[in-house]
């Protein structure tokens, strides 16, 4: 019995290093066949790792949307570029037209005339032959002892008539009878008489020395302690008798 019974061990041992020994190798085999297998690139998808007692657990692909429920596409509005506009230039604001001051009067109008003598004032010329006929005074000359007149037709008086000559400066100062005054001026004129100079007698019509000329107030002025209007005419002018 001894000996059955140490026979069932020793077989019971050589078993167990059979089953020893052949697990031995497929563990050898095994990490032999991982060591020159080929790497193989990931799948696509990432899986789960099987681990004994577990389940595997594939991931559903993700439900695709329905055109009907599917989100409006957002439409971009796409903006042209656009020349930026040009900044309109900055203008000050229009101011009113500046008119130039009118000029002045050579002399400031007169209030209401009071009653005064008239005295009257102005220049003969003679004309220069190369303006002959020629409303000018280019050239022209002062002329001396020219008679100048004054004719005034007072409707309470009969017409009066005045003269007076010129000195070496062409001027001449006259005074009306003391029968006319400022109130009737406008009833006078002043004209050429006559000329001391043969060659230049025939007068001018510039400026009414031929037809009579009417009187411009000048100024007040006290003459022989009595109250005077002067007045302006001319300046007069002789046409010369030239050669050709």
Not at 85 to 104: C, I, N, Q
Not at 134 to 147: C, K, M, R, S
Request: include cysteine; aromatic fraction near 6%.
């Amino acid at each position: 019995m001894a000996k059955a019974f140490l026979l069932v061990q020793l077989l019971l041992l050589a078993l167990s290093f059979l089953a020893l020994s052949s697990h031995g190798e497929e563990l050898a085999a095994a990490v032999t066949s991982d060591a020159v297998s080929p790497v193989r690139p990931p799948a696509a998808s990432p899986t789960h790792h099987h681990h004994p007692g577990h389940h595997h657990h594939h991931l559903a692909p993700a439900p695709v949307p329905s055109a009907a429920h599917a989100p409006a596409p957002h439409h971009h509005h796409h903006h042209h570029a656009h020349a930026p506009v040009p900044t309109p230039m900055a203008h000050p604001p229009p101011h009113p037209p500046v008119h130039p001051p009118a000029h002045p009067p050579a002399h400031p109008p007169m209030g209401p005339m009071s009653r005064r003598f008239i005295a009257v004032q102005g220049v003969v010329y003679c004309k220069s032959c190369k303006y002959s006929g020629v409303e000018t005074l280019l050239g022209a000359t002062p002329l001396l002892g020219a008679v100048v007149k004054l004719e005034c037709n007072n409707t309470k008086y009969r017409p009066t008539v005045q003269t007076a000559k010129t000195d070496k400066n062409g001027y001449f100062f006259l005074m009306a009878p003391k029968t006319i005054t400022t109130f009737a001026f406008h009833k006078c004129k002043a004209s050429l008489a006559s000329s001391p100079l043969p060659t230049c007698r025939l007068p001018s019509p510039l400026h009414g020395g031929a037809a009579g000329a009417v009187l411009r107030p000048e100024k007040p002025a006290l003459i022989d302690n009595l109250p005077y209007m002067v007045f302006n005419v001319g300046p007069f002018a002789f046409e010369p008798q030239c050669k050709p």
